[in-house]
């Protein structure tokens, strides 16, 4: 069935499949637990030879999605995987029980995106984050413009009120941006109330 979902995916019109390393590598069962109450089963994809399902659907592979910790924890393997696949990027989706409104752990996650980033740019590969709605909760006391100070308020100049500015706002401030880049989700900001539209021109090329 997988053989044949990713033969449809090749018919559709669809070029290329994002891989997920929770559903391409064997995952002890509090990760499958985890990802099933997340509303994403993996069930038994991690036993599938994905290599040659991949090759044979003619898909190609632009980025695999691993958790940072894996990154930092099995670095070999993430490079191995990335360079079997044929791809030249990975993609950190997010922070599991993080406290985005945390500059403390902001600061403490920016060294670490920067510090894996550098290290896979060494292999020839580029480190890009995806974000979901979290990213766009405002950080306490970070960015605080006074609104008497205002120019403008209009949603077309920040990505949420200009009070206080969000965890997204920090990511894109405090990572190198010769070694990590973005994933953006727009789904994801538009749920959380941000603007789109402002942040892609923001993020530019």
């Avoid at 985890?34 to 993996?42: C, E, Q, S």
Wanted: aromatic share 10%; with cysteine; net charge negative.
């Amino acid at each position: 069935q997988a053989g044949e979902t990713l033969h449809s995916i090749r018919e559709a019109g669809y070029d290329g499949i994002e891989l997920d390393g929770f559903m391409i590598r064997r995952m002890p069962p509090t990760v499958r637990l985890l990802t099933k109450f997340a509303g994403m089963p993996v069930g038994k994809s991690g036993s599938l030879d994905w290599l040659p399902m991949i090759r044979e659907s003619g898909l190609e592979v632009p980025s695999i999605h691993e958790d940072l910790g894996t990154i930092e924890n099995n670095f070999s393997s993430v490079v191995k995987e990335a360079k079997d696949f044929c791809t030249d990027t990975v993609v950190i989706t997010g922070m599991y029980r993080f406290d985005y409104s945390s500059m403390e752990e902001l600061t403490s996650l920016c060294n670490r995106l920067n510090e894996s980033g550098k290290k896979l740019a060494g292999e020839g590969l580029a480190l890009l984050y995806h974000n979901h709605n979290a990213e766009f909760r405002k950080v306490p006391g970070y960015g605080n413009i006074p609104l008497e100070k205002q120019e403008c308020t209009s949603a077309e100049h920040s990505l949420l009120p200009w009070d206080e500015k969000t965890a997204y706002d920090f990511l894109l401030e405090q990572t190198d941006p010769r070694y990590v880049n973005f994933e953006f989700d727009s789904y994801w900001a538009a749920e959380a109330g941000a603007d789109p539209l402002f942040i892609m021109k923001k993020l530019g090329n």
